[in-house]
């Protein structure tokens, strides 16, 4: 069976109705399953993910698109989080039998169709790119949705479909992936220069840790400052080598690790080497892994 995966990540994190009006959604799509949800209001951003068939997924997707489009305002959209859009990023990955010409061509079809229903413009990323100069997210995301009159009036950033500004929506970012692990650690303490300071120091593109991408940022409502890390290949680089190396960092300005977290999903390999306490994961139980779900749902 084809499984195809997606991951699509809301610019809503405070409003506890309007996150829980999306989550309903996907019980009116039985041939779905929604493996997990999260929200945080500093970065004021939720993050969902579910499973299923690819035309299953795709149809599950646009209608919570559209629920989250009628509860979120860009215009007065605040928080931590990089965003270009209310509906801020729509990752589809393949799982099962599925390959990723399989979640390319649901990313494609769910970027027409999103567009021709909502007149949201898209822009298209990583294996379903159509530039290669948005082929990474953050050279999508850059300059954030303050940015996006001047990426729609430039040719070069222009997005793939749509090149009128929707101020209340932003624009919304599609594409085809690998699995990604996105993995959170908290400083015991709050702070930022330093979180971002070990963000830079353990990306790949600043010769630090090999596909890792990281920020730092702050959690206003706990006093902490925290390393938000997208882990885009965790069979190289498992969660242990980047706790490892941020606690290392941390050390070195006598600062401790509070705790770590994960976002969504990741398979049993992202764990080789270390257990979940080890890691100090705060919420990680067997329904963390994608191998979980893949044998429910193919049950």
């Keep these: 069976m084809k499984i195809i995966e997606c991951v699509p990540n809301f610019s809503e994190g405070k409003n506890k109705i309007a996150i829980e009006r999306i989550a309903r959604v ?11 949800y999260s929200s945080d209001p500093d970065h004021n951003r939720s993050v969902f993910t579910f499973l299923g068939e690819p035309d299953d997924v795709r149809d599950a997707a646009l209608a919570a698109a559209g629920e989250a489009l009628e509860l979120i305002d860009m215009r007065g959209q605040e928080g931590a989080h990089p965003r270009l859009g209310a509906v801020d990023v729509v990752p589809f990955i393949p799982l099962a039998q599925a390959v990723m010409k399989d979640a390319v061509a649901t990313a494609r079809e769910f970027g027409r169709m999103f567009f021709e229903k909502f007149g949201v413009p898209v822009y298209f990323y990583g294996a379903a790119a159509l530039k290669s100069n948005f082929v990474d997210l953050p050279d ?14 430039c040719a070069d950033t222009v997005p ?19 699995i990604l692990v996105a993995y959170n650690i908290n400083l015991d303490g709050g702070d930022l220069p330093l979180a971002q300071k070990i963000a830079a120091q353990i990306r790949e593109k600043n010769a630090g840790l090999k596909n890792v991408r990281a920020i730092g940022v702050q959690l206003k409502s706990r006093n902490l400052a925290q390393v938000s890390i997208n882990l885009t290949n965790c069979r190289e680089t498992p969660l242990r080598n980047v706790y490892d190396e941020v606690k290392k960092l941390a050390d070195k300005n006598h600062v401790g690790i509070l705790e770590s977290e994960l976002i969504g999903l990741a398979p049993a390999c992202a764990f080789a080497g270390a257990t979940p306490a080890y890691l100090k994961l705060k919420n990680f139980n067997e329904d963390r892994l994608i191998e979980t779900h893949l044998k429910k749902f193919t049950n």
Aim: charge should be positive; glycine fraction near 14%.
């Design 160 to 178: 793939d479909i749509g090149a009128k500004i929707n101020e209340r929506a932003g624009a919304t970012i599609v594409g085809a992936r690998e």
């Design 140 to 153: 999508v995301r850059r300059g954030g949705y303050e940015a996006l009159t001047e990426k729609i009036n």
């Design 26 to 36: 996907f019980a009116a799509h039985p041939g779905v399953r929604l493996a997990d």
